[in-house]
């Protein structure tokens, strides 16, 4: 394996701003590490799966689900290149994945050990407090969306949703970039939950929609206006 040609993406990052491409290289020949290609939609970790490495994306798209008992599935959210996975799993007391992580696309993951990590933050405090700051985001970004999820109703979270995409991509006529079985999963609920709301969204004169948009016909529900 050889990890010159992905220097260029790991400075990227920001972790690595206080190496050299030499100091980089020295690091790597002495501490614990592989790089591993993942085919599109297969199991990168698997919920209960012990951590033992930080993962950073080096090239594809990473999407972090739960699948409960009776086969609902919650999207967490999507990591894409340059971005990182398990560091606030990795020195935990209890270092097992409390949800699965997917290839969402063909993807090659960078995989370092924990000693190797450990070794970076003593390495170089600038390293340290970026990664302290990765792990504290994303204990935010899991914390606000078990609140989302836990106090919304159907309708308010495609309402949000509708909102969002309505300021991001300024038409009234919102294209959905993603089937409907993701747009259930990203907003935590079933495929049919999901369609059941929209047609009485659609009965209440709030909306209309097809397979790739939803256009919004009452402006009421736009919360900015």
Not at 205 to 215: E, K, N, R, V, W
């Amino acid at each position: 394996m050889n990890i010159n040609k992905h220097l260029s993406m790991l400075k990227l990052t920001g972790f690595f701003d206080d190496f050299t491409d030499g100091e980089l290289l020295s690091l790597f020949e002495t501490n614990p590490w592989t790089i591993a290609t993942y085919a599109k939609d297969s199991f990168i970790h698997m919920e209960n799966e012990k951590c033992k490495s930080w993962d950073i994306i080096i090239s594809g798209r990473t999407i972090i689900k739960k699948i409960d008992e009776n086969g609902n599935i919650l999207t967490l959210t999507e990591f894409g290149a340059g971005q990182n996975i398990g560091g606030n799993t990795l020195f935990s007391r209890h270092p097992f994945f409390p949800m699965s992580v997917f290839a969402k696309s063909r993807s090659i993951v960078l995989h370092l050990r924990k000693d190797f990590v450990l070794e970076l933050c003593h390495t170089s405090r600038n390293f340290l407090v970026r990664f302290l700051e990765s792990n504290s985001d994303k204990a935010v970004v899991l914390s606000n969306k078990i609140k989302s999820i836990s106090l919304k109703s159907i309708r308010t979270s495609i309402i949000d949703f509708i909102n969002y995409e309505y300021f991001s991509q300024k038409s009234e006529n919102i294209k959905l970039n993603m089937t409907k079985k993701e747009f259930a999963e990203k907003l935590g609920i079933q495929r049919t939950s999901l369609s059941r709301e929209l047609c009485k969204m659609r009965n209440d004169g709030l909306i209309d929609f097809d397979a790739h948009s939803i256009t919004i016909a009452d402006h009421s529900i736009i919360k900015n206006l």
